[in-house]
């Protein structure tokens, strides 16, 4: 079944009743953006910058990363891209930074810890992306990565619009942030879930450790019910709430997502056909009460059967 509705999308993300939600793409580097915007993605909702530069010995500079950056937004010029801010540390170590060993990385100084400890860094990626955005004339907004509290979102918007990018926002992928959801929406104009981090941190179970994947599965109730308080969040400021974590590229829980308030999702290019075939086959109706099965589910594999049951 899921074969035959893939044929069926017609490159516009959206529910069988019009209710619009953005399928975007997730890409590291150009090739990544050019077979995206190929296979019909709308936009980009992760651009994930550290790909560019994980074997830089030395910090690139304004120019560089300026052209580094216009290579990935070409193909998507007049449309949306959200360009994420370097998410160094832990399973990512930028080797220009010198960061110092750490006992427990994943709790470190990383994402925007990093750049608030290095001002002058973030300050020069950002004068860069907002080059590469006027030179490739895409939409791109701006978000940065682990971010914990009102207050860094707050630090980091400010920084954005002071390097002339209007469009700003912040991953939830720590739990404080998702709990504050209120406060961020606030500050921002957009948020986006990375649930890769957000089921790592709210079950302590490291994403790179396989004999804790099972606490890590993106079905988890208790996962769901985070995301749930940042969908009811965005519903209250009127500000788009988005998923790019691996979670948003399978089918049945992206429907699920989008019941739970969720208005873009963002994935792996291999992706985007199953997710925009699937969400075309079903009514946002069937969203929210598979969203509500789910999130009243004892766990994962239930989870899955009860949306499944009601959206097929
Ligand atoms: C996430 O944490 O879900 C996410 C999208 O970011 P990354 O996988 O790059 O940490
Ligand atoms: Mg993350």
Redesign the pocket.
């Known amino acids: 079944a899921e074969t035959r509705a893939s044929q069926e999308w017609n490159g516009v993300g959206s529910t069988r009743d019009g209710h619009r939600v953005k399928v975007l793409a997730?890409v590291g580097a150009a090739e990544d953006a050019t077979a995206a915007s190929a296979a019909g993605a709308e936009g980009v909702g992760?651009f994930?910058t550290e790909f560019c530069y994980l074997s830089a010995t030395e910090e690139p500079d304004v120019a560089a990363q300026q052209a580094a950056y216009a290579a990935v937004l070409a193909p998507f010029s007049g449309k949306p891209v959200v360009v994420r801010t370097l998410?160094a540390g832990a399973d990512k170590p930028l080797g220009f930074l010198n960061q110092e060993p750490e006992p427990n990385p994943a709790l470190g100084v990383r994402g925007l810890r990093v750049a608030m400890d290095r001002v002058d860094v973030l300050d020069r990626q950002l004068s860069a992306i907002a080059g590469a955005a006027e030179q490739t004339g895409a939409q791109v907004s701006v978000m940065a990565?682990m971010v914990a509290t009102a207050e860094e979102a707050a630090w980091f918007v400010g920084r954005a619009r002071t390097a002339g990018i209007e469009r700003a926002g912040v991953?939830i992928?720590i739990p404080a942030a998702a709990l504050t959801a209120h406060e961020i929406f606030a500050e921002v104009d957009f948020v986006s879930l990375?649930?890769?981090?957000?089921a790592q941190y709210v079950f302590a179970a490291d994403r790179q450790v396989g004999a804790v994947a099972a606490l890590n599965d993106p079905w988890q109730p208790a996962l769901l019910r985070l995301v749930a308080l940042v969908g009811e969040a965005a519903g209250a400021a009127g500000k788009p709430a988005g998923v790019?974590?691996?979670a948003a590229a399978d089918p049945v829980l992206a429907a699920v997502l989008v019941g739970l308030g969720v208005s873009s999702l963002s994935m792996n290019t291999a992706a985007l056909t199953g997710v925009g075939a699937k969400l075309a086959s079903v009514t946002r109706d069937q969203c929210v009460q598979a969203a509500q099965a789910a999130l009243a589910a004892a766990d994962p594999a239930g989870a899955r059967t009860a949306a499944r049951a009601v959206l097929a």
């Open positions: 997730n992760l994930r998410d990565p991953m992928e990375g649930t890769n981090d957000l790019c974590g691996e």
